[in-house]
């Protein structure tokens, strides 16, 4: 059973930083495109970040250019977005997701609040 458990959200200044954790359990990790999405109250899903297998390959929404960066730890099952100079249009639900044997699999969630 594929289980994604997000973590590290909270309320952050603006100009502030946050590190989000997904820990991924219930399939191989390493052989599995991994993404961060998030969800702003009467907002539509949107990809936030993606990474590939072997960490080569990333994309970024053009909102999040040069401020966030997603890494992934294979040994640990775990894939980050490190979130720096955060703006008050970043507060959301941030979504892990992965796609595994044909199905979207997605995580609870994490708050993240930027509000001064």
Request: hydrophobic content about 30%.
């Amino acid at each position: 059973q594929v289980q994604l458990v997000e973590s590290g959200g909270g309320l952050a200044q603006p100009g502030g930083s946050l590190r989000l954790s997904c820990a991924a359990s219930g399939f191989t990790f390493g052989y599995y495109t991994m993404s961060w999405y998030r969800q702003a109250p009467g907002k539509e899903r949107e990809l936030v970040a993606s990474i590939g297998t072997d960490s080569g390959n990333t994309n970024y929404a053009d909102s999040v250019k040069g401020r966030f960066t997603i890494s992934r730890d294979n040994a640990k099952n775990t894939v980050y977005l490190q979130m720096n100079s955060l703006k008050p249009e970043d507060t959301a639900v941030y979504y892990c997701k992965t796609r595994v044997r044909g199905w979207d699999c997605w995580g609870q969630g994490t708050q993240v609040t930027v509000s001064s």
